[in-house]
């Protein structure tokens, strides 16, 4: 059983980390390279500026799943450290 929570953990993660490089690559495009690096390096700029900005690129549906994945990578990488101690 721990091993399948982990594993959805990692499975979320990767989600989590698409959903980060597609608002990304949009950011990149829209505000230029100083945005973008800023959004490399604190991807919280990153998930606000996808909000702002869902409606005007498009970006509801990845938002959303982006948004379930940080709830659900929280939730599973708890478990997991309960499960493992």
Not at 23 to 28: H, S, T
Request: charged fraction near 5%; proline fraction near 0%; charge should be positive.
């Amino acid at each position: 059983m721990e091993y399948v929570v982990l594993g959805l953990a990692v499975i979320v993660g990767l989600a989590n980390l698409g959903c980060f490089i597609m608002v990304l690559i949009k950011l990149f495009q829209d505000k230029g390279a100083l945005h973008g690096i800023l959004g490399i390096i604190c991807s919280i700029y990153t998930f606000i500026w996808g909000w702002i900005n869902a409606g005007r690129f498009s970006l509801q549906t990845i938002m959303i799943v982006w948004s379930v994945c940080i709830v659900l990578g929280i939730i599973l990488n708890v478990a997991a450290q309960a499960m493992f101690q």
